[in-house]
């Protein structure tokens, strides 16, 4: 096999023109017949490096994967881009399974997705022996190690793969780099001198920020509604302040739901499936959500509290931008979390408490930095960048210093009269001249320093507060209820006239601002393109509707945001656009072309109607569906489907002549009953195939018709 093989494939089943870098090596290397361990982050792109040797190399390749509801959802995918796979795991009925096995043994799959229970079973060696395979692929491949984070037991059984088929390569991968599981990988599954595939695990495309935690939910409604429509997760700490977060952003005309481990499963999958498929855009949640979706076109990722180590965090901004388009993310910094944390931490002490702290010690420091926040995330996992990065909030607004001695020495000298015996905030109430209750009953209005900076609002002086603490002019009492300590560095202020830069804060409302510019600052050709995007978007969440698949698995974000920028009318333009395979095309293509040309009808006068309007002038003429047909060259269906799609668009057509209102009260009644109810499928068995498709289609067309009217009323 040689490359140029793997790069037609690529082009013919996924519709991208390159390799991204390493696939190509990694794919070459299972052609030499070799062992291989990959590491490349989540969206990486490591399942092309197995798929294209699987579907040009004669015989079988299994995958092993250990996430059981991923592979249903894996396989449709590699259906939808005509490659032939299956999978079997526990959730298959033994009928099925037999069907499976069948089609495996008999070679007319080129990839089989396996559970590792099923491939450790007594009863599958005797198969796979008999099967011509030609690469296992260990997707997880970290799962084998006991030191890794998700050790599963049944992937140490895995040795016997390398004994028993010798001249069969394995290529193991994983997104998680550590040297330790790197090496228990080789041992475990007894590679052969493999060739180790260590990517960077930089993701360009997500933007990195953070901002002082005040006034959060004000600064949550400004940042969604500056993304509308998009889907994005919000993790919380606790259950309680998913629920929360939820109703209040519901309470500012923002739907948003919620998910945590304290819900039913039914109430959990619920929010999943329509996450997925594009019916809700925002979910506030504890961090397991994201772990077992495959949802590539996450635009933004907002944590609400700061995460507990550096490592949760880059996995869970990770579930952004898996489709390689710009995503944003967005952390909210306060003290307050580090010290509920380190409460929680030193309370319930262990072994791991040291690690722990200095972990979340690691992650305070990035929040804190004033450096390119790309550089410490790719440092902290042994990558160094040689720039700065020009993607996060550092690189985008660098840092303005100032001369702050006279503020440092305000807030040290409050500390000091304070005689070091109160918290942070006491001591900014006591500089801003606070009329609390709590200093006039302990009398600290008489402090010399009270008032003292009555000038700079609390949450600047917070703000403050936090550089003198991290530049260590201060310091924080953990074992002594958390009050405020000087420290050496503190003397050189207070007594030597050392002098302090700090960073200029952009106040929360000076941020607001900054962001709506630059909001409304979009060229217009981007406004246009934007407004195609979103025409392309309701097209592809129809047909996804149609088929019960998750609106991404029509085509990615990705690949319609260059449909809109590029505007492809031909088969021929079609084809180049990224993403658009040979069974995509087919499926799709006329469906998208007609919907761009219906869009730039305006642009160039020359500009032949579109197929729908073609219709509608037919229609309007009063020749039947079946004339149409004949006159357009198009069968009956395809007419019905431009029906459905007029009438959805609310232009004068009727379709009470073709659908009647007893029958659409039936198929809209029966959308209950129905696991996928707008898979055209699943309704014409509901009714046991007695109704047309066409009827269908038109009673989901009047649906979405009664439903936008709702909407826009
Ligand atoms: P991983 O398994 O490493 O998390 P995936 O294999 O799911 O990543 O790939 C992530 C995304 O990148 C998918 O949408 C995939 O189609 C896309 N992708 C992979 N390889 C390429 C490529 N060579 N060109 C363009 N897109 C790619
Ligand atoms: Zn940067």
Aim: proline content about 3%.
């Amino acid at each position: 096999m040689d490359l140029a093989s793997a790069q037609a494939a690529l082009k013919k089943y996924f519709g991208y023109d390159n390799f991204r870098p390493m696939q190509a090596e990694i794919i070459q290397s299972i052609f030499d017949q070799k062992d291989a361990l990959v590491l490349m982050p989540t969206g990486g792109g490591k399942s092309i490096c197995y798929q294209i040797p699987a579907v040009t190399m004669p015989g079988v390749c299994v995958v092993v994967s250990p996430l059981i509801s991923l592979m249903k959802d894996q396989v449709e995918g590699l259906r939808a881009n005509g490659i032939k796979a299956s999978f079997l795991n526990s959730s298959l009925s033994n009928e099925e399974q037999q069907e499976v096995e069948n089609e495996f043994f008999n070679g007319f799959i080129d990839l089989l997705y396996v559970s590792p229970e099923k491939l450790v079973s007594q009863s599958f060696l005797p198969l796979l022996k008999r099967t011509k395979i030609n690469l296992f692929a260990i997707d997880e491949a970290h799962c084998i190690s006991s030191w890794g984070h998700d050790f599963r037991p049944e992937y140490s059984k895995m040795k016997f793969l390398k004994n028993e088929f010798k001249d069969v390569p394995i290529v193991a991968l994983t997104a998680t780099a550590d040297k330790i599981t790197r090496r228990d990988i080789v041992k475990q599954l007894e590679l052969r001198e493999p060739e180790v595939f260590l990517s960077s695990f930089d993701r360009p495309n997500l933007s990195l920020e953070v901002r002082p935690g005040q006034k959060r939910l004000e600064q949550i409604v400004q940042f969604i509604k500056q993304r509308p429509r998009q889907s994005g997760i919000i993790y919380c700490l606790s259950r309680k302040s998913t629920e929360q977060l939820s109703s209040k952003l519901n309470g500012k005309g923002i739907p948003a739901d919620f998910y945590h481990a304290g819900m039913s499963d039914a109430a959990r999958a619920s929010v999943q499936e329509d996450f997925i498929n594009d019916n809700s855009s925002i979910i506030c949640a504890t961090v397991a959500f994201g772990m077992g979706i495959d949802k590539s076109n996450v635009r933004w990722v907002i944590h609400y509290n700061l995460p507990k180590n550096i490592e949760s965090y880059y996995q869970e901004i990770g579930r952004a931008g898996r489709d390689g388009v710009k995503s944003d993310t967005l952390l909210f910094y306060s003290y307050s979390d580090i010290q509920v944390y380190k409460d929680i931490l030193t309370k319930n002490e262990s072994d791991q408490t040291e690690i722990k702290l200095a972990k979340l010690e690691r992650m305070k420091q990035y929040a804190e930095s004033l450096l390119c926040r790309r550089r410490i995330l790719l440092n902290y996992f042994s990558e160094n960048l040689q720039e700065n990065c020009g993607n996060c909030d550092i690189c985008r607004n660098p840092p303005q210093y100032f001369d702050g001695t006279v503020i440092a020495q305000k807030a040290l000298s409050a500390v000091y009269r304070l005689r070091q015996s109160v918290g942070v905030s006491l001591v900014i109430d006591v500089l801003r001249g606070s009329g609390k209750r709590e200093i006039y009953d302990r009398g600290l209005q008489h402090i010399k320093t009270y008032g003292a900076g009555r000038d700079i609002p609390y949450s600047e002086w917070q703000n403050y507060m936090g550089q003198l603490l991290s530049m260590g002019y201060l310091e924080i009492a953990h074992d002594q209820k958390n009050v405020v300590k000087l420290t050496e560095a503190s003397n050189r202020v207070l007594f030597e006239n050392e002098q302090v830069e700090l960073v200029k804060m952009a106040t929360v409302k000076e941020r607001l601002e900054v962001d709506k510019k630059r909001a409304q600052s979009k060229p217009k050709r981007q406004r246009v393109r934007d407004e195609l995007f979103e025409v392309l978007r309701k097209l592809r969440k129809s047909l996804a509707q149609e088929r019960g698949i998750p609106p991404y698995r029509v085509f990615s974000d990705a690949t319609l945001e260059e449909m809109a920028a590029q505007k492809p009318r031909t088969d021929e333009q079609m084809r180049q656009i990224s993403g658009v395979g040979d069974r995509k095309l087919h499926l799709f293509g006329d469906f998208f072309m007609d919907s761009i040309r219906e869009f730039t009808k305006g642009d160039s006068p020359e500009e032949k109607l579109s197929t729908y309007d073609q219709t509608l002038e037919l229609l309007a003429q009063k020749f039947s569906i079946a004339d149409i047909a004949e006159k357009r060259g198009l069968n009956e269906t395809t007419i019905f489907s431009h029906l459905a799609i007029l009438y959805e668009r609310g232009e004068q057509v009727d379709i009470s002549s073709y659908v009647s209102a007893k029958e659409i009260g039936q198929i809209l009644n029966a959308l209950q009953y129905l696991e996928e109810p707008f898979k055209l499928k699943s309704i014409h068995e509901y009714f046991d195939g007695m109704m047309n498709y066409n009827k269908i289609r038109l009673a989901l067309a009047h649906y979405n018709k009664a439903k936008q009217d709702l909407e826009n009323a």
